[in-house]
């Protein structure tokens, strides 16, 4: 059984950067393709990030283009998503989210049938 845990949220001033954690356990954690997604109060969850199972491809939602990195760590069984810069508007439970096969990049939330239980991200203006 695949299992996800997140770390790292919590409360920052705008302007400042956090980084997220995800660690995976199950399956061999090359096999998957991992994505990134969010949710703010009263909101679908939204896609963020997406990368592939070698890390050799990475995909942005545009309202985080520049600003966030999706990075990989096959060795440690971990995904992780660097924020900078971050506004106010990018509160929200942040979530991870992994599926197969690994080649892909997949940016819509029925593309993934494995979740973390979220971590929550503030950010005060």
């Known amino acids: 059984q695949v299992q996800l845990v997140e770390f790292g949220g919590g409360l920052v001033q705008a302007g400042g950067s956090l980084r997220l954690f995800c660690v995976v356990s199950?399956?061999?954690?090359?096999?998957?393709?991992m994505g990134w997604f969010r949710q703010a109060p009263g909101k679908e969850r939204v896609f963020v990030a997406a990368i592939r199972g070698s890390g050799s491809s990475t995909y942005y939602a545009d309202h985080v283009k520049g600003r966030f990195t999706i990075s990989r760590d096959n060795a440690k069984n971990t995904v992780d998503l660097q924020m900078n810069s971050l506004k106010p508007e990018d509160t929200a439970v942040y979530y991870c989210?992994?599926?197969?096969?690994?080649?892909?990049?997949?940016?819509?939330?029925?593309?993934?049938?494995?979740w973390g239980q979220g971590t929550q991200v503030t950010v005060s203006s």
């Open positions: 199950g399956r061999p954690f090359s096999h998957y393709a």
């Open positions: 989210a992994a599926d197969l096969p690994p080649y892909g990049i997949y940016t819509s939330r029925s593309s993934y049938n494995y």
